[in-house]
């Protein structure tokens, strides 16, 4: 299939998990991808495989608080690609997590410049981008954390995911007239390196699972085809939501 043909997409977060997987499958749908995240080697044996598999990838390294980055992937996705079509500002962190009462004012800025700065300025600059192609499709990673639960210790991280989601329905109404959607995805648990911060042990991946109705996390390629959903035609009529894809952690209550 080829539900991305001819468009151009900007990923960060490539370097791993979600974003990886989502990079790939963009790719593999016809997509140019622009992957971002800051660890180079990384994102460099990204593209060699996208290549491999005959798609079409650039990386380049940075840090997503900074805006110099954010402007230089836009003018990269368009120097290279001549255009922007699609956004996927996934790049994030735990920040510092603990009682709430303990966290240090830097975690806290951690996770608030990374999640919910990171991902203003990303789209500050893919915006005008969007703009001058007539239309596309902006999309954010939150999370059920801070939105359908709250789950102890994790302050900074959650109310920087709450943060992504009010820029997220500000963008979708601002934009909407022009053919922008924008939406945010909200992945329940998810086997990746960052969440082994929560899940260090047998005992708490069993609870973890446990909270979800299916039993179990996802792997990062399902919350990739439901990114892909987004990016696509396929939701053509969909922007301004908060898209959950959790597993039923935000139901369930067995
Ligand atoms: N896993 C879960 O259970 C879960 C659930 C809900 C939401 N999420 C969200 O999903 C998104 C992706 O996380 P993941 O689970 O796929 O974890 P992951 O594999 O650890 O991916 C995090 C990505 O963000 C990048 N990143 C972190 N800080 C960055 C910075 N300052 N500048 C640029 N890139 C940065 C990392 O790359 P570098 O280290 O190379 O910079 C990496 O590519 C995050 O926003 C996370 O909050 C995850």
Redesign the pocket.
């Known amino acids: 299939m080829d539900v991305l043909k001819g468009k151009t997409a900007i990923v960060?977060?490539?370097?791993?998990?979600?974003?990886?997987e989502t990079a790939r499958l963009f790719a593999s749908e016809g997509a140019n991808v622009v992957v971002?995240?800051?660890?180079q080697s990384?994102?460099d044996k990204l593209v060699a495989a996208i290549e491999r598999g005959g798609g079409k990838a650039v990386a380049l390294?940075?840090?997503?608080?900074d805006e110099a980055y954010a402007k230089a992937l836009v003018e990269l996705a368009e120097g290279r690609y001549g255009g922007l079509d699609i956004a996927f500002n996934?790049?994030?962190?735990?920040g510092e997590m603990g009682p709430s009462s303990g966290i240090s004012l830097d975690g806290w800025r951690e996770a608030m410049?990374?999640?919910l700065t990171?991902a203003f300025l990303g789209a500050k600059y893919q915006i005008p981008a969007l703009q001058r192609r007539g239309g596309g499709s902006l999309i954010f990673?939150?999370?059920?954390?801070g939105y359908t639960v709250g789950m102890p210790g994790t302050a900074a991280?959650a109310a920087s995911?709450a943060g992504v989601i009010g820029l997220m329905m500000t963008l979708a109404a601002e934009l909407g007239p022009q053919g922008i959607r924008v939406n945010a995805i909200?992945?329940?648990?998810?086997?990746?390196?960052?969440?082994e911060a929560?899940v260090d042990t047998p005992e708490k991946l069993a609870v973890v699972e446990g909270l979800h109705a299916l039993k179990r996390?996802?792997m990062?390629d399902e919350?990739a085809r439901s990114v892909l959903y987004l990016a696509s035609d396929a939701s053509s009529f969909t922007t301004g939501s908060a898209m959950l894809v959790d597993g039923g952690v935000s139901i369930n209550r067995t």
């Open positions: 960060t977060g490539a370097s791993s998990g979600i974003g990886y971002a995240a800051r660890r990384e994102l390294a940075g840090n997503v608080r996934n790049a994030g962190t735990n410049d990374v999640n990171g990673t939150s999370t059920f954390v991280y995911k909200l992945p329940g648990g998810t086997a990746t390196t960052m969440a929560w996390r996802a990062p919350i």
